[in-house]
């Protein structure tokens, strides 16, 4: 299999997020599939970067894509970046997202890093997971 599901995991992944209401409450800035504009307020979520891996075999053709989500906050201390960073864990760990094309078979939760930026301002959580997708 190749890269050809990104694209309708991308979709599944933000409407699961931004579909959540108790994530809607922890995250007023919302879920982006792209870096807001500018220096935002708030705390919220961006879907980032993508690694995909051939795990075809004979059953049929398939990849893992190990994603990364992040949860940005300007909060003092980590207590509200994490608790956005839980709930995500938590959508994602429920009933996979239907795709348009092909079916997530699995998701699992790979790492977790939570760092403030250069200037102490900003508390993220990088949440990695490997998501397994078949034809």
């Known amino acids: 299999?190749?890269?050809?599901?990104?694209?309708?995991?991308?979709?599944?992944?933000f409407a699961s997020?931004?579909?959540d209401a108790e994530l809607a409450l922890l995250v007023p800035g919302g879920v982006h599939?792209?870096?807001p504009p500018g220096t935002p307020?708030?705390?919220?979520?961006?879907?980032?970067?993508e690694e995909v891996i051939d795990r075809s075999d004979v059953s049929g053709p398939g990849a893992e894509?190990?994603?990364l989500i992040s949860v940005l906050s300007d909060a003092a201390?980590?207590?509200?970046a994490k608790a956005a960073a839980?709930?995500?864990?938590?959508?994602?760990?429920?009933t996979?997202?239907?795709l348009a094309q092909g079916r997530i078979v699995a998701i699992w939760f790979h790492t977790a890093t939570a760092r403030k930026d250069d200037a102490g301002n900003v508390r993220r959580v990088d949440l990695r997971f490997r998501v397994r997708i078949e034809a």
């Open 1 to 13: 299999m190749s890269y050809s599901r990104a694209t309708a995991l991308q979709a599944a992944l």
């Open 17 to 19: 997020l931004s579909g």
């Open 33 to 35: 599939d792209a870096p």
């Open 41 to 49: 307020q708030g705390t919220y979520v961006v879907l980032g970067a």
């Open 65 to 67: 894509h190990r994603v």
């Open 77 to 80: 201390g980590f207590a509200t």
């Open 86 to 94: 839980e709930r995500v864990g938590a959508i994602l760990s429920a």
């Open 96 to 98: 996979p997202p239907a």
